[in-house]
């Protein structure tokens, strides 16, 4: 019953049989191989349109280097408080970016709204000697709530960026999660909306270690094939990222890895609804959060159940967690069994 992080699952065995397979014979190093050049093909026909890719080995790589590719040194991003890049990432975004500021928005289940957004860029100050410029608006995709955009909310505040001179950025370390609750295209969930560059996330969702850098617009990757050589993040042995990625889109598995993993979220769900505690925010991904009596809490994590307490200032203003009550997340993954959360609900049940 292990719920603490989709980081904890393995890795999804038509992905490892992928690895197994670049293996075999040689390869040109740097990306110049013929699993590489097949990959720019399907990510772009997946996409619709041409589009840049850059491969790396972990979600923070992705973020840093996306941020720093579309923000100036003296630029702001302008993100969610408690998003991964303001939170988790040790200073990343700003150390690649030779000293982007990081601006952090507050917002209800980890979501910004276009209100707040355009409040934040009409007080100002910005820009000029004394002041960082609002470069990019960065949003997470599924959020760290695990709640999910809808794509008019992500064209407003898009269109509310652009206006003002910004880009937009999508974490997407989640991004499969949210497609398939949203059942759309990634067309649809990126530039189709406004979105100008998407770091887009494997390793959660069942490869050992792949993501991406996306760039809409190919005119914007100028230097980033240096910038990623200078951050050392250019993996040599690059086919194996890339063949991750293609047994990851292959015939749609990263859909179907991202499907399971939400199902089990909804059943955690139902059975902490049915048991009486309602989760903090909707399940939209594959996040729960909930609070629990700490006698539960206590004898849930007895019985073998492994999750994360969890700290937040975004949730509604009717939730309130008193003092023998915690809050708590749980991650399911396409690892997690029905087995698991039959246990668990059975716990809940016995409780």
Known sequence: MNFASDNTAGVAPAILEAIVRANRGLAMGYGNDAVTERLQARVADMFERDVALFLVPTGTAANALALAQVVPPWGAVLCHQESHIAVDECGAPEFFGGGLKLVGLPGVGGKIAAREFEAVLARGPWGGPHHATASVLSVTQATEAGTVYRLDEIRQLAEIAHRHGLKVHVDGARFANALVRLQVTPADATWKCGVDVLSLGATKGGALAAEAVILFDPAEARGMPERRKRAGLLVSKNRFLAAQFEAFLDGGLWLD???????????LAAALAIAGHRTVW???????????PRALDARLRAAG????????????????VGAEQVLVRLVTSFATSDEDVDRFMMLLRNS
């Open 282 to 292: 909707p399940v939209e991904a594959n996040e729960v959060f909930v609070i629990l």
């Open 257 to 267: 890895l991202a499907r399971h993993a939400n199902a089990m979220a909804d059943r």
């Open 305 to 320: 159940a492994n999750y994360h307490e969890w700290t937040t200032g975004s949730v509604p203003a009717d939730f309130v």
